[in-house]
């Protein structure tokens, strides 16, 4: 069946420092794969998403590389600031099966 | 608009109760989600209504039941639940289907006692 896996489950940076969140799945045939925030009490906000035809997306601080090859994906995220501290969340599959989730405090 | 909401926020019942979840969006969506989320984990896809069809049912027992009455609005309803059912229920609505953005509504926090 599907499997993603996500690394770091705790990530904690110093404001100002960078952060990467990895994603790796088993189902060949996913072409869409997203990254969610979700903050306490809210439901996940999608940040970014890449499709399989494109191989890097940049949005401002963040961006998100993809390895088709390799069946990874990668989310970076810059010149970390306290507000970006939340839970992010990896999916991908034709069921959109998500990661389980890294925990980013940064720290002031 | 690009809210989903969600009523109500919190739910307890008991285990022998009937009680809905309601979730509803404006932005013509014509894909709706239902998730459960426990504590620390990740959001766990339940139901997939498509077009207002039921399309995905990721073997969910019998006692939560989903109905997609027109294309805005999703309901769950909740039977005989028991504690373990206890979680975040969260709705969610993408433009096709689940290969694209999904927008999520706040959740319900359902406690079963």
């Known amino acids: 069946g599907e499997n993603v896996e996500q690394h770091p489950s705790t990530l904690s940076v110093q404001e100002g420092d960078s952060a990467v969140i990895k994603c790796t799945y088993s189902?060949?045939?996913?072409?869409?794969f997203p990254w969610y925030k979700q903050e306490l009490g809210k439901g996940p906000q999608l940040i970014i998403d890449i499709r399989s035809n494109v191989g890097e997306k940049k949005d401002q601080r963040i961006a998100v590389t993809l390895n088709k090859t390799a069946k990874h994906f990668s989310l970076h995220i810059t010149e970390t600031q306290p507000e970006d501290s939340a839970v992010y969340f990896c999916a991908a599959g034709a069921r959109m099966r998500f990661g389980a989730g890294t925990r980013l405090t940064v720290k002031p | 608009d690009t809210e989903v909401t969600q009523t109500p926020k919190h739910l307890v019942m008991g285990m022998t109760n009937k009680k809905s979840l309601k979730c509803e969006q404006h932005m013509g969506h014509r894909a709706m989600y239902w998730y459960k989320q426990k504590a620390k984990k990740p959001p766990e896809l339940m139901f997939v209504y498509s077009y207002e069809k039921l399309s995905i049912n990721e073997s969910v027992p019998s006692r939560f039941s989903p109905e997609c009455p027109n294309s805005s609005l999703l309901n769950l309803h909740l039977h005989a639940l028991q504690p373990e059912d206890s979680a975040l229920y969260l709705c969610?609505?993408?433009?096709?289907?689940?290969?694209?953005?999904?927008?999520f509504g706040p959740g319900t926090r359902l406690t079963v006692l």
């Open positions: 189902d060949s045939a996913s072409n869409y």
């Open positions: 969610a609505s993408s433009h096709i289907d689940l290969g694209n953005e999904q927008f």
